[in-house]
């Protein structure tokens, strides 16, 4: 089934991180990652920082600091985005501390974006997990706008590992709403058709984080 919508699956492609995060990953299940975001033509691989480096032409190179429980030093933070940037990642998508949020601690948040921003200085690309389905709305806007004061270049909804659950589109338009069009806004965690995709496109995602981008594209028209 094919959704209705203005977006191609070229346009949806150049939108999407395809994503291997599980524990149990393989440096062969990397290399079919790699080939696979090839055949589909998509923006950028996101894989653990501990598989760095890896050799993907044509893609840009993602992985994750503080993943995933975001419950690091910021200092630990710091450190491990650095490495992965000296290692080849072009961009870093790393957890808050999802308690301060909650706990309304917006200052904590800013410090450790500050932190890793500064530790990866513009040699790539920040996004900030907050992990929207664990926040209340309020929390959402302030960790937002800790995120933007921090000097990141994305805010993005999830891990996918949370048990509070991924991206939703309320979520994904609270946090487009809040960035204003300044920061991207990364929807990831629980998108696995293309309905999902174009809901959270539609709501504001200027990049998606996705294990099934296949099944997911196969839904846009080309």
């Given amino acids: 089934m094919t959704v209705s919508t203005p977006l191609t699956r070229a346009d949806v492609a150049a939108m999407i991180d395809h994503t291997l995060l ?26 653990s920082p501990s598989m760095l480096p890896v050799r993907a032409p044509g893609l840009v190179v993602a992985t994750v600091a503080g993943f995933p ?9 710091g450190a491990e985005a650095r490495l992965a940037v000296d290692q080849g990642a072009a961009e870093v998508d790393m957890v808050i501390d999802v308690g301060a949020a909650l706990a309304g601690d917006f200052n904590a948040v800013l410090t450790e974006v500050i932190t890793v921003r500064e530790a990866v200085e513009d040699r790539a ?12 709305d309020e929390a959402i806007v302030g960790a937002c706008r800790a995120a933007e004061q921090g000097g990141a270049d994305f805010v993005k909804t999830s891990t996918g590992f949370h048990p509070a659950g991924g991206a939703s589109v309320h979520a994904v338009a609270l946090m487009a709403k809040t960035v204003g069009g300044r ?9 696995r058709t293309a309905e999902d995709a174009a809901a959270m496109i539609e709501a504001g995602a200027t990049r998606l984080g996705l294990s099934k981008s296949a099944a997911v594209l196969d839904g846009f028209a080309e």
């Fill in 69 to 77: 429980s975001g419950k690091h030093h910021s200092l630990v933070k």
């Fill in 125 to 136: 690309v920040l996004k900030v997990i907050i992990e929207s389905a664990a926040l209340t």
């Fill in 22 to 47: 599980a524990p149990e990953a393989t440096p062969a299940e990397i290399e079919a990652l790699i080939a696979e975001a090839r055949r589909l033509g998509v923006y950028a691989i996101c894989v």
């Fill in 183 to 191: 920061l991207g806004v990364k929807a990831s965690g629980g998108i």
